[in-house]
């Protein structure tokens, strides 16, 4: 065809184009520019008239093709996914306005970088099921909802470390391949460490507690990961686990410190990510000072008196030492519907290391934040800080203390009062954007039956 014969050259004599990205192309209106990215969308109008959105990491522009530009071998074979550079001046459009900020790039040169094949189109469709769109999660990504996510989460990330530096923390980083257990040995990754055993970490708090008579307040933000069988919509096998630690505390020190550190990023995050969230969750409202604090005992009360069951089958209640599993926690949660600081577990539930109630010692100093949709998104305590009761505990759980020793001693060379939490990353960022899975807010999401991409 004789169209494909048509060869495009770069104009010398036109003003040289600055290069930039689409987030900065509010200075460059009526000026030339030239752009890197991917083809998002493309449409034709005829055969000597293309528009293309494209998509270059930091935004979307609409960019029109006219005649030669568009006969071209290259742009008659061009794919969805193709990476281009286009060369052109930047216009205000009517047409692009709301989408595309109102800008237009009228392309007078372009280059294909690395062209994508048709099958393009047939990888991902509206009936693509979950394991295809996880097969394919590295082309998924690209796409508006994908990437949107995305950023959004690297911007609460953000949040949580200007808020931590923010009130003086430390950022500690604790290896994640240990020896020991914190978290119970039915959900502990096992693996082989040059012949002996190791485990993959299922939370930095010992360690974070180590650092505290070093830098005072610490944090880290480090994966964590958990053998959890039950596949639900908030747990991973691989999560970011947000831990802070501080000495010299009490219980309600505690509390204040959880319910601070999640208004403040809620709130940081509302502002530095206002234009995300118009788009993902325009309805996120600020969180209210204080939040609701519950006792357990109460949990347990509130269930029995609003018919959510033990075992909704056989209406069965719930009785004051049992563990108020996933569903009814979210029942309750969903029906209170703000969030909900539910405090002082009995102590068999809990973990060895947590501190019991002076007030009655069947109970320990340990809270849960509850959110409205997404449940319990930070479990914290205050930690034993006697070295005795703390041996005992490991007693108690049948645990051996050698390979604990530096935890234990951290009690017994000038020990003080302290406690800390851990903050799941992943169910934060489906409660700020109300995401209901939470595979949707991992990059590469880890449970039982995927490993892979
Ligand atoms: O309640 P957890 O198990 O507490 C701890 O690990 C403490 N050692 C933390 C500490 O005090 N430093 O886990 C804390 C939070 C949970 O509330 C949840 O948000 C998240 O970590 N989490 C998970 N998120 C996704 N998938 C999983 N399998 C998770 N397990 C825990």
Redesign the pocket.
């Known amino acids: 065809e004789a169209a494909s014969l048509v060869k495009i050259e770069l104009d010398k004599d036109l003003p040289t184009p600055n290069e930039c990205k689409i987030r900065d192309l509010k200075p460059m209106l009526g000026k030339r520019i030239l752009i890197h990215g991917w083809v998002h969308h493309m449409r034709w109008d005829g055969k000597r008239l293309l528009f293309i959105e494209l998509r270059d990491g930091t935004g979307f522009l609409q960019s029109v093709l006219t005649d030669d530009l568009c006969a071209t071998v290259d742009a008659i074979t061009l794919k969805r996914e193709s990476s281009v550079k286009l060369y052109g001046t930047l216009a205000e459009d009517d047409r692009a306005k709301g989408t595309f900020n109102g800008y237009e790039l009228k392309v007078d040169y372009w280059e294909l970088i690395g062209s994508s094949p048709a099958e393009i189109e047939n990888i991902l469709t509206k009936e693509s099921n979950v394991d295809i769109l996880l097969n394919n999660r590295h082309l998924v990504i690209r796409g508006t909802r994908a990437s949107s996510i995305l950023r959004a989460r690297s911007l609460i990330t953000q949040c949580f470390r200007e808020h931590f530096f923010g009130e003086g923390y430390v950022e500690l980083t604790p290896p994640t391949l240990v020896d020991t257990q914190?978290?119970g040995g039915s959900?502990l990754f096992k693996l082989d460490y040059f012949g002996s055993e190791g485990f993959l970490t299922?939370?930095?708090?010992?360690y974070?507690e180590t650092g505290i008579p070093a830098v005072g307040d610490c944090f880290c933000i480090l994966p964590?990961y958990?053998a959890?069988l039950s596949s639900t919509r908030?747990?991973?096998?691989?999560?970011h686990?947000i831990?802070?630690?501080c000495p010299f505390i009490d219980f309600e020190g505690l509390l204040d410190r959880v319910e601070n550190l999640v208004v403040d990023v809620c709130a940081r995050f509302m502002e530095k990510g206002a234009d995300l969230l118009q788009t993902l969750n325009p309805d996120l409202k600020p969180l209210k000072r204080p939040f609701k604090r519950m006792d357990y005992t109460e949990a347990v009360e509130y269930c029995r008196e609003h018919n959510i069951y033990k075992d909704e089958e056989n209406k069965i209640h719930f009785e004051i030492g049992d563990d108020i599993p996933e569903a009814p926690e979210r029942k309750m949660t969903d029906m209170i519907g703000e969030p909900i600081l539910l405090c002082r577990f009995p102590a068999e539930m809990k973990?060895f290391?947590m501190k019991k109630c002076p007030e009655d010692p069947r109970l320990t100093e340990s809270v849960?934040?509850l959110m409205p949709g997404v449940g319990?998104?930070?479990?914290?305590?205050m930690r034993i800080d006697d070295e005795k009761e703390l041996l005992a505990a490991y007693e108690r759980e049948e645990m051996d203390p050698r390979p604990y020793y530096w935890f234990t001693e951290q009690r017994k060379y000038g020990t003080c009062p302290h406690?800390?939490?851990?903050?799941?990353?992943?169910?934060?960022c489906c409660y700020l954007l109300n995401v209901y899975h939470?595979r949707d807010v991992c990059l590469y999401p880890r449970?039982r039956g995927r490993i892979e991409p």
């Open positions: 914190c978290e959900t299922q939370s930095s708090q010992m974070l964590s958990r959890e908030r747990h991973l096998a691989e999560f686990h831990e802070a630690e973990s290391y849960d934040l319990e998104i930070v479990g914290g305590s406690g800390g939490y851990g903050l799941g990353l992943e169910r934060f939470i449970y």
